[in-house]
């Protein structure tokens, strides 16, 4: 059984960070795609950074390129989302997702290609 397990969110002020850890189980991890993604109230799910542990590139999105940093832990199987300079905008539920299949670059922050997500953990960043 695929499981996904998020941790790390909480409240924080602006300019502030905060790490979230994504453990994951059932799957062979050093060959999968690992993406974060975030979806704020009233707002379409958004991705946010994805990891391909295949080859270890990375992809971020716009609003997030230079603040956030994403790392995978083999002996762990922990995906990490580290998140630096916070904004208010930042705020939103933040979920992991996985899949094995080598998604088309154009997929890699697209929620539709992942098949396992986890729960997701809040973060909230004050003005």
């Known amino acids: 059984e695929v499981q996904l397990m998020e941790s790390g969110g909480g409240l924080v002020q602006a300019g502030g960070s905060l790490r979230l850890s994504c453990v994951t189980s059932?799957?062979?991890?050093?060959?999968?795609?690992i993406g974060w993604f975030r979806q704020a109230p009233g707002k379409e799910r958004e991705g946010v950074s994805s990891?391909?542990?295949?080859?270890?590139?990375?992809y971020y999105s716009d609003s997030v390129e230079g603040r956030f940093h994403i790392s995978s832990d083999g002996a762990s199987n922990t995906v990490y989302l580290q998140m630096n300079s916070l904004k208010p905008e930042d705020t939103a539920v933040y979920y992991c997702?996985?899949?094995?299949?080598?998604?088309?670059?154009?997929?890699?922050?697209?929620?539709?290609?992942?098949?396992?997500w986890g729960q997701g953990t809040q973060v909230t960043v004050s003005s």
């Open positions: 059932g799957f062979t991890f050093d060959r999968a795609q």
């Open positions: 990891i391909s542990n295949r080859d270890n590139t990375t």
């Open positions: 997702a996985a899949d094995s299949a080598v998604p088309a670059r154009a997929a890699v922050l697209w929620s539709g290609f992942y098949d396992h």
